[in-house]
């Protein structure tokens, strides 16, 4: 678990690591702004302005665990909560020192004021809790608890959804008590699964732990990313690739992205669209409804989970519009399938002191452990290619057509599993120092 005295981190895909011909540089914002939209392909595919007529995420409040979240880029003004620096380097948790952090709140929230990103949860707002990379603890000491003192921190702030779009290769006592301190206060966490598919393929974490919701990487076909690491962990999918995203500190530029980072900030805002439209809902129920609702092939047996897709594609219309999914028992996981002993929504204090509420929070029970649910001891169609239908069924199949490609840009799955390339994505790969 730990190697010569440090922990890998690793942030997942949206700090511009792919930048294609199609990058926004330089150009003046009004262009920006169009360009930016039209390469936000999976709002058109998962028919966002039809969702936005019902749930815009008004109500819920979103942290967001990463390299800082700027509230001053137009598309986040207004929309960013005071926060938490739980590296404890220099700057607060608004001083972005990479853009990624702001490029995962700006997904999730994002007003698209003057070129930036419009959110999938327009109305929803974001806590940020910075945490720490390879570079900065190069160049700082840092806070070597600092990702679980964040989990914990948020989980006593007013936030529903916990966003995790970062991850390491091992496991973490600590880390792992953190996430199910998050789940006992009735959040949900989403984290993303990693971009190393073909090449190493470990478990990631935190989103290998039973008690987050591992979120996996879709293309704009429907099909699992050729980077987005697979297993058992994995619980839900998100679209993920060209996605723009700041290309770097400067919040300048955008440029297309790819990357399980991207995946998870659109089901946390997935999350927000729902909880938005049924407030009095738990984390469980929220939850429940996006794995029964979410899209997949023709070819999937009922019943089964992918390692690939997990449960399927987030397609949060399908209930907000139709009304599919059943919330079931407000008090069962339907990941573990144990009781969470969660708090009632809304109930949460925020802290004054998010420091001091990080480091005194009592640990969860050892008993909420528990494996992944696995109704899939034989798994959905991995190892086959299979058609689908679109993300949102006939009412969503009618978004344009992608310039150039001339199909539909509605949500198609394919669990491709046999044959799986690394589209030359590269990932920001970081130590964190361990102080014991």
Request: glycine fraction near 10%; include cysteine; charge should be negative.
């Amino acid at each position: 678990m730990i190697e010569s005295g440090r922990l890998r981190r690793a942030l997942l895909g949206t700090t511009a690591t792919v930048v294609l011909t199609t990058a926004l540089v330089g150009v003046a914002p009004t262009a920006v702004a169009a360009d930016a939209r039209s390469q936000q392909w999976y709002l058109d595919a998962m028919s966002a302005e039809e969702i936005w007529k019902k749930s815009t995420g008004a109500g819920i409040t979103v942290a967001v665990i990463d390299s800082g979240v700027d509230p001053d880029t137009p598309s986040l003004k207004g929309k960013v909560l005071k926060g938490w620096d739980a590296s404890e380097t220099q700057g607060d948790e608004t001083d972005d020192y990479t853009g990624h952090g702001t490029t995962i709140a700006e997904l999730i929230v994002g007003s698209g004021a003057q070129g930036g990103l419009r959110g999938l949860a327009p109305d929803a707002k974001v806590i940020p809790y910075r945490v720490s990379d390879t570079e900065r603890q190069n160049q700082q000491d840092v806070n070597a608890f600092d990702i679980e003192e964040a989990i914990r921190a948020a989980a006593d702030s007013e936030a529903r959804i916990i966003n995790v779009s970062w991850g390491s290769e091992y496991y973490s006592e600590g880390e792992r008590e953190a996430v199910q301190y998050a789940q006992s206060k009735g959040k949900l966490v989403f984290a993303a699964s990693g971009n190393q598919a073909k090449k190493a393929n470990k478990k990631h974490y935190p989103a290998a732990y039973p008690e987050a919701v591992a979120v996996a990487a879709s293309k704009r076909d429907g099909a699992v990313a050729e980077y987005s690491q697979y297993g058992d962990f994995i619980d839900i999918a998100a679209p993920g690739s060209q996605i723009p995203a700041y290309c770097d500190k400067s919040l300048t530029k955008y440029c297309l992205s790819d990357g399980t980072s991207n995946s998870t900030a659109i089901a946390s805002a997935s999350a927000a669209l729902i909880w938005s439209a049924h407030p009095d809902w738990t984390g469980n129920q929220v939850l429940r409804v996006m794995l029964e609702s979410a899209a997949r092939g023709d070819g999937w047996e009922p019943d089964t989970v992918s390692n690939y897709l997990g449960y399927g594609i987030v397609r949060p219309n399908a209930n907000i519009s139709r009304n599919e999914g059943d919330p079931g028992d407000p008090n069962i996981n339907p990941l573990t399938k144990k009781p969470t002993g969660g708090a009632a929504p809304g109930s949460a204090t925020p802290s004054a002191d998010p420091s001091a509420t990080a480091s005194g929070a009592a640990s969860p029970s050892a008993g909420t452990s528990a494996a992944p649910s696995a109704t899939a001891s034989t798994q959905a169609p991995d190892g086959k290619s299979t058609s689908g239908a679109p993300v949102a069924g006939s009412s969503e199949s009618g978004a344009s057509a992608e310039s150039g490609g001339g199909s539909n840009t509605g949500i198609i799955i394919g669990a491709v599993a046999a044959v799986i390339v690394l589209a030359g994505v590269g990932v920001v790969v970081a130590r964190r120092r361990r102080t014991a």
